[in-house]
């Protein structure tokens, strides 16, 4: 087999296409359509067409499957069409229809691709691929083997729109195009995508939290009681308060959902601030910590009424922003180490009048600095007292990596959900709270189990040309001293 790679792929493109995977927020993986594996009859689209019999799958010279290109051009008078060279001339590319990249990629993320295919004939039309009616036809032009299996190399950098501009599109889901016009029988074996990205911390916490084994807190309401009238014959709950301050509330009261929802639930009339748990605050699970938190979950209910402040008077019309979580270390007096109400990645809701769920993932919080006041010790370690006994205390100034240290020791907490501010009305119900200890599960780790490593390789030099082909890791480390690329990623021999 031959392995051919595009000359723009040069050595410095190599060098920053590859990341060298021992960054552990780093993963990477390989994506194959191998046509070889498909079924009887398995037919690509012509690149504006349906199946065509004339790109269905075929036994390859060498006995193996692949997709067979053959057909011809019908010219005007009903005869074959041919090309300069006197062959066939067949000018339609093969389309492999709504390729759909693993879940958690997108295009951006395709450092490489590679085409194994068969010309039949010496003419030798350039071959070439494309994202169809998207970017421009990319062609390998350098001579290739006739009748014998040739891998190319394709830089996805070089894809660029109509016009010429940068391709910067990031599609999930796509027609991928590939063939070579102009030219009829070849066969088309795989296609290899090469995947590289970042992995956010709310993809390691959505990857590691394992809710068979988490522990979880969670408030239904179902078992709280529901708001009384006052004296003055208000309603108000014992339970909730304000965000900045204030209990017995008669605009955050529990009572039931709204219109054909019979379960009890948090709803907030006030239109200004969240509400708060208050006198039921979160009590983390025995033998876990804030640290240990790694999502939030509930649902929210919005509906079309205004908020009305029940102390003012004063209504708020209009649609809400985007649900918020905001944490405290105690109700409205202790320090509230979030104070820009962070979304953490949450978009405003779709619709009003219906249930939707939200959820958090507190490793993704922005955390603030945070003025505490701490106890004075003397050179003893004792708290210094003044003349009346009380406790001599000071302003202390925690960067926020500090306060985030300082909060993730708590085991007790209070949350504030919701919206911020609440434009009108809304219900919150079925608050949950996940803890997991974070040496249980890595959340990269848990990707990377999903990636078998191969048991051969394939190992190319920063030119570009294959130095060892289904080679073992040992073989590797025999090779002389230098960099290599080795199943798409950069490999150092010492």
């Known amino acids: 087999m031959k392995n051919h790679y595009l000359k723009s792929l040069s050595a410095i493109a190599l060098a920053g296409v590859f990341a060298i995977n021992a960054n552990a927020e780093t993963i990477s993986e390989e994506f194959i359509i191998d046509f070889s594996q498909k079924e009887d009859g398995f037919k690509l689209n012509s690149y504006w067409g349906g199946p065509q019999d004339k790109m269905s799958l075929a036994e390859a010279p060498d006995g193996t499957k692949a997709v067979l290109i053959s057909g011809v051009t019908i010219t005007e008078d009903g005869s074959e069409a041919v090309n300069e060279a006197g062959y066939p001339a067949w000018n339609t590319k093969a389309r492999y229809e709504g390729l759909t990249l693993p879940k958690g990629y997108n295009f951006s993320n395709v450092s490489l691709i590679e085409v194994t295919y068969m010309p039949t004939q010496p003419d030798n039309v350039p071959f070439g691929i494309q994202l169809k009616q998207t970017t421009n036809f990319l062609t390998y032009d350098d001579v290739v083997t006739v009748n014998e299996w040739n891998t190319l190399a394709f830089d996805p950098s070089a894809f660029t729109n109509e016009d010429g501009s940068e391709y910067t599109g990031t599609p999930t889901s796509f027609d991928f195009c590939m063939g070579a016009d102009g030219s009829s029988n070849y066969y088309i074996q795989n296609v290899t995508f090469y995947l590289e990205k970042e992995v956010t911390q709310r993809e390691k916490d959505e990857a590691a939290l394992d809710k068979e084994t988490a522990a979880c807190v969670e408030f239904n309401f179902d078992n709280w009681e529901v708001s009384g009238p006052g004296e003055d014959g208000a309603f108000s709950s014992p339970y909730l308060g304000s965000n900045g301050g ?13 219109e054909g ?41 919005e509906t079309e009424l205004q908020g009305e402040d029940a102390n003012s008077g004063s209504t708020f019309p209009g649609r809400n922003g985007a649900p918020i979580l905001k944490m405290k270390e105690s109700y409205a007096w202790g320090w509230c180490p979030n104070n820009n109400g962070s979304a953490c990645g949450n978009a405003a809701l779709p619709s009003v009048n219906e249930w939707h769920h939200v959820e958090f993932y507190p490793s993704a919080y922005e955390w603030a600095e945070t003025t505490v006041k701490k106890d004075v010790l003397d050179e003893n370690g004792n708290v210094k007292t003044d003349e009346e006994g009380n406790p001599i205390q000071e302003d202390v100034t925690w960067t926020s990596d500090q306060t985030r240290d300082e909060f993730g020791k708590l085991t007790s907490f209070n949350i504030s959900i919701g919206f911020f501010p609440c434009l009108n009305q809304c ?61 798409g990623k950069k490999y150092m021999v010492k």
């Open 261 to 301: 929802y019979d379960n009890n639930c948090a709803h907030i009339i006030y239109g200004g601030w969240t509400q708060v748990f208050i006198t039921d605050a979160v009590k983390v699970p025995e033998g876990y910590t804030f640290d240990d938190l790694r999502l939030i979950e509930y649902d929210i209910y």
């Open 427 to 487: 219900y919150v119900d079925n608050v949950k709270l996940w803890f997991q200890k974070s040496g249980s599960q890595s959340g990269v780790e848990g990707i990377e189990e999903e990636v078998a490593e191969p048991e051969t390789v394939n190992v190319y030099n920063l030119q570009g040309i294959c130095v060892l082909r289904n080679a073992d890791k040992a073989a590797v480390n025999n090779l002389p001293a230098g960099l290599y690329i080795v199943n």
């Open 246 to 258: 204030g209990v017995n509330r008669t605009d955050m009261i529990i009572d039931k959902g709204p």
